[in-house]
T-cell receptor, first 117, second 113 residues
Framework: DSGVTQTPKHLITATGQRVTLRCSPR?????VYWYQQSLDQGLQFLIQ???????AKGNILERFSAQQFPDLHSELNLSSLELGDSALYFC????????????????FGPGTRLTVL | GQNIDQPTEMTATEGAIVQINCTYQ??????LFWYQQHAGEAPTFLSY??LDGLEEKGRFSSFLSRSKGYSYLLLKELQMKDSASYLC??????????????WGAGTKLIIKP
């Protein structure tokens, strides 16, 4: 158990809908990262937040957005869902902001499996 | 561009040794990570190399050559539970990207009795 929690574990929805995925980082971790992993694909970095502020953006679609709240939990919002959005969505956390001196090991949550029908 | 290459799939026998290679071409380098991921589960950290050489941790070892853009993960005394995907990730060295991890597609390791 990494200490990172994600809800829900599974989500089934229809095209065009909107969903929200939730993540709570490990106690004391200030950075939260979101990743997408499609079937048999590698991890695609979406976005990072550090202490409530957006820190870095990866391959995140405009239909997707995220935020980190004062209690450090984070939410990933996916809207106008398409069949291709079906994937495992992982949240990871780390202690630092990701500066060059940081060790930056990331601890992953169990993921949310999103199925768009 | 940024590119990380790993073999897609490897097969090995229980009790044997296997080496999983990772080569990278990135615009900057600030460390290389290996993660293990069982099917449908979260990746878990295995090792971190930032200097050249071999890091040993129990049955797993990881090697890095920065001049060659090359790393390998060595798994000894293979067990059935080692069947998983092994992900290589390079930490970018650019402040603009916030030193993000660039991930390889992973190597699926199949262990046979």
């Amino acid at each position: 158990d990494s200490g990172v929690t994600q809800t829900p574990k599974h989500l089934i929805t229809a095209t065009g809908q909107r969903v929200t995925l939730r993540c709570s980082p490990r106690s004391g971790d200030l950075s939260v990262y979101w990743y997408q992993q499609s079937l048999d694909q590698g991890l695609q970095f979406l976005i990072q937040y550090y202490n409530g502020e957006e820190r870095a953006k990866g391959n995140i679609l405009e239909r997707f957005s995220a935020q980190q709240f004062p209690d450090l939990h984070s939410e990933l919002n996916l809207s106008s869902l398409e069949l291709g959005d079906s994937a495992l969505y992982f949240c990871a956390s780390s202690p630092g902001r990701g500066e060059i001196a940081d060790y930056n090991e990331q601890f992953f949550g169990p993921g949310t499996r999103l199925t768009v029908l | 561009g940024q590119n990380i290459d790993q073999p897609t799939e490897m097969t090995a026998t229980e009790g044997a040794i296997v080496q999983i290679n990772c080569t990278y071409q990135t615009s900057g380098f600030n460390g290389l990570f290996w993660y293990q991921q069982h099917a449908g589960e979260a990746p878990t950290f295995l090792s971190y190399n930032v200097l050249d050489g071999l890091e040993e941790k129990g049955r797993f070892s990881s090697f890095l050559s920065r001049s060659k853009g090359y790393s390998y993960l060595l798994l000894k005394e293979l067990q059935m539970k080692d069947s998983a995907s092994y992900l290589c990730a390079v930490r970018d060295a650019h402040r603009d990207s916030n030193y993000q991890l660039i991930w390889g597609a992973g190597t699926k390791l199949i262990i046979k009795p």
